[in-house]
């Protein structure tokens, strides 16, 4: 009877201090996590995002409102206004507001084969640095779409940049590489992962890479941009679009440990993220733990010039706080990449000031200079 008894107290007393200890880690893990109250509190940058309206009045006063700032990035890019107008419109909008908005430079590729053409870009790009750029970007036209005087496509590890990117790395100048596509791009539209590729694909035929076998893989692709890394191994990189591993992140777990310098954002590839979250979210979770200090979060959204300010200034909003109840919090949430809701990974708090700041402010050190004054409570 006694011993019984004992046992009793024994099997309470276990099951108290099982669930103090559950209670505790719980306290503990809500007050290591933010919480959507906690947004317009906590500093943050979009680190890639494209600014070309000729008003920026909304937008300054959302992202204000939003404690955000924000890195706009040029692109040799048809759809968007020319590389002149946008080095144009970035830099007049950061001398304005040195503590809000930071740009990056990028070239044209027209005319590569010409005598000149790597020694003029360099005195352009020389130019945009001294401007205060704090970037340059080279685009997935090469490797995608520019062709020689022969019609032969041109990779981005092709011997006629090696200057090019050999004076970028002796200037100390930061790198934005966006190379290939969502891996999507070589998969059938009933495979693909995320909404975004299955509608733009469907809808855009000549970008499928799946309907045209003659253009690189996906692998060379990739092959190309690491073969770039090898041949210039002082060159500062940030893989933007996270490197264009977004589908796997052991993939690109293993691109980050190769290359130890190198950084990621997590630009217009949450919805890959998240379609992997769905399936294993520890794991994702892990990932970004784990590789805290090489993950930068951006938008990857693009203000055109017929679009009103104020209407921009709404997407960004309603993507910013979107994005952060996926990162910061245990939410689930609606996301337009995923037909299934997706739970938030809420990653601690000192993860999530790396991902939405600090690392962008280690990066690009030249940016910025002026901080806010508006700091985290709570």
């Known amino acids: 009877m006694r011993s019984t008894l004992i046992r009793s107290i024994l099997a309470a007393f276990s099951a108290f201090s099982a669930l103090s200890a559950f209670s505790a880690l719980s306290a503990q893990a809500a007050t290591d996590s933010y919480t959507m109250a906690d947004f317009d509190k906590v500093p943050k940058i979009d680190a890639h995002l494209h600014l070309h309206g000729d008003s920026q009045s909304a937008y300054l006063a959302q992202a204000r409102k939003d404690n955000f700032r924000a890195l706009t990035i040029n692109v040799d ?5 020319p590389p002149a107008r946008q080095r144009e419109v970035a830099s ?3 001398h304005a507001h040195p503590r809000d908005v930071a740009w990056a430079a990028t070239f044209s590729t027209k005319g ?4 000149g053409w790597t020694d003029a870009t360099l005195e352009d ?3 945009a640095l001294a401007d205060g750029a704090v970037g340059v970007k080279v685009w997935k036209n090469i490797g995608m779409d520019l062709r020689d005087a022969g019609g032969k496509l041109v990779m981005v590890d092709d011997a006629r940049f090696d200057r090019l990117f050999d004076g970028l790395a002796k200037r100390g100048a930061m790198v934005l590489g966006h190379q290939g596509e969502p891996h999507n791009c070589w998969l059938p539209l009933e495979k693909m992962t995320v909404n975004s590729d299955r509608e733009y694909f469907k809808a855009h035929p000549a970008y499928h890479m799946y309907r045209h076998p003659e253009m ?3 692998e060379q ?4 941009r690491d073969r770039l890394l090898a041949r210039h191994p002082t060159l500062r990189f940030t893989g933007v679009h996270l490197a264009s591993l977004e589908w796997d992140i052991d993939l690109l777990a293993r691109f980050l440990d190769a290359h130890p310098a190198v950084n990621v954002d997590v630009a217009a590839r949450i919805g890959q993220l998240q379609y992997q979250s769905q399936r294993d979210r520890g794991r994702v979770r892990a990932f970004f733990i784990n590789y805290q200090d090489r993950l ?3 938008s990857d959204l693009a203000q055109s010039s017929a679009q009103p300010d104020a209407d921009f200034a709404k997407d960004l909003d309603t993507v910013w706080r979107r994005d952060w109840r996926y990162f910061a919090t245990g939410d689930s949430l609606a996301v337009p990449e995923l037909d299934a809701p997706v739970r938030g990974l809420e990653l601690p708090r000192a993860v999530i000031d790396k991902l939405f700041r600090k690392n962008a402010e280690k990066t690009f050190p030249d940016a910025w200079r002026n ?3 508006k700091a985290a409570r709570g």
């Open 77 to 81: 890019y048809a759809d968007f206004p």
């Open 92 to 94: 007049k909008l950061a």
């Open 112 to 115: 590569f084969e010409r005598p």
């Open 125 to 127: 790009l020389d130019a």
């Open 216 to 218: 690189p893989s996906y």
């Open 221 to 224: 692709q990739m092959a190309a």
């Open 296 to 298: 930068m979060y951006g």
């Open 371 to 373: 901080t806010p004054a």
